[in-house]
């Protein structure tokens, strides 16, 4: 299996535009997650899609965020009007669920400088 | 709600040492599960293990050995002999069986391990 891809791996930005990053899960992997991870700081999460349903988004989830998965297969998270607050490594992690639980494998993040 | 406490932001140690990386939760739930993630200077999360509440068997895998005490809410870690290649953040992380919501994962701050040549 290949692992979970993002795209871009680095992303800078001026205030005030908009970014979307992509990711691509592990095939067959029916659960997808997005994280944020500032400097110092263990990742936070911010949503969860279960194939093409999102289940839950995260306070930390301004109405700027919105994320998609349309087929259940890859994602995109935009953010509008970007802030410097913003930036952050942003990280995405597939499962596939069996039983009760999942393990969740990440991919190597998308690094947003706001300017 | 969740916490997990690294309490140890930074270890340095000298290569072949021993190292333990602590780890303290808390949760009200009964059934959760807890994860260690090694995140290398390259930037992206490496699973190393899950455990889950009913299940306090220590494991060793290679070098890595996880001591799981529900007694005391901890699940350390410990890399014997430590390698060059095991500097990395190093984080602990809980998530609990949902009701509806997602089993998200609440990770700690991290500890920084360097091991020094």
């Known amino acids: 299996d290949t692992g979970v891809s993002q795209d871009p791996r680095h992303k800078i930005t001026k205030r005030g535009q908009n970014v979307t990053f992509r990711c691509d899960p592990i095939s067959e992997h029916n659960r997808l997650y997005w994280y944020r991870q500032t400097l110092g700081q263990g990742p936070e999460f911010l949503t969860y899609?279960?194939?093409?349903?999102?289940?839950?988004k995260s306070r930390l989830l301004s109405d700027r965020f919105s994320a998609e998965r349309p087929k259940g297969s890859f994602s995109t998270l935009e953010i509008q009007r970007t802030e410097q607050g913003d930036s952050a490594m942003y990280l995405c992690?597939?499962?596939?669920?069996?039983?009760?639980?999942?393990?969740?494998?990440f991919g190597p993040g998308t690094r947003l400088t706001v300017l | 709600a969740q916490k997990v406490t690294q309490a140890q932001t930074e270890i340095s140690v000298v290569e072949k040492e021993d190292v333990t990386l602590d780890c303290v939760y808390e949760?009200?739930?009964?059934?959760?599960?807890l994860f260690w993630y090694k995140q290398p200077p390259s930037g992206e999360l490496v699973f190393l293990i899950r455990r889950n509440s009913f299940d306090e068997q220590n494991e060793i895998s290679g070098r890595y050995s996880w001591n799981f005490q529900k007694s005391t809410s901890s699940f350390n870690f410990t890399i014997t002999a430590s390698q060059v290649v095991d500097s990395a953040v190093y984080f602990c992380?809980?998530?609990?069986?949902?009701?509806?919501?997602?089993?998200?994962?609440?990770f700690g701050k991290g500890t920084k391990l360097t091991v020094n040549p």
């Open positions: 949760t009200r739930d009964t059934t959760y599960y």
């Open positions: 992380a809980l998530s609990v069986i949902p009701q509806g919501g997602s089993e998200k994962l609440v």
């Open positions: 899609f279960q194939n093409e349903a999102q289940l839950e």
């Open positions: 992690a597939s499962s596939l669920a069996v039983g009760l639980t999942d393990t969740q494998y």
